[in-house]
């Protein structure tokens, strides 16, 4: 079935940087939203960036200005790239995307497994 891969998630000093990346693999035919969310122990779950099909981006008001998310549509990709951290950004973040399958009973919204960002002196 289809899969969400995400990588670059570690422990970065504040003012660091990290680049998030999630790659949808398997039978895809087309994929809608892509988005990052994140999870602090505690905390609800929210959503960090929002991409759509089309490019159009927006952001939580916490990370404007230092976060940036892209996707790449050729390799089913979507970024968040994460600038000037701060110990408050640390979380469990996960991607999200919507996927048009091949398989009709596959098409439904999908999430990553999560990957660990902490941000720590």
């Known amino acids: 079935q289809v899969q969400l891969v995400e990588s670059g998630g570690g422990l970065v000093q504040p003012g660091g940087s990290l680049r998030l990346s999630c790659a949808a693999s398997?039978?895809?035919?087309?994929?809608?939203?892509m988005g990052w969310y994140r999870q602090a122990p505690g905390k609800q779950r929210e959503l960090v960036a929002g991409?759509?099909?089309?490019?159009?981006?927006n952001y939580a008001d916490s990370v404007k200005g230092r976060f940036t998310i892209s996707r790449d549509n050729a390799k089913n990709t979507v970024y968040l790239q994460m600038n000037s951290l701060k110990p408050e950004d640390t979380a469990v973040y996960y991607c999200?995307?919507?996927?048009?399958?091949?398989?009709?009973?596959?098409?439904?919204?999908?999430w990553g497994q999560g990957t660990q960002v902490t941000v720590s002196s």
């Open positions: 991409i759509t099909s089309g490019g159009s981006e």
């Open positions: 999200n995307a919507y996927v048009a399958a091949m398989l009709l009973r596959q098409s439904r919204d999908y």
């Open positions: 398997g039978s895809i035919f087309s994929i809608a939203n």
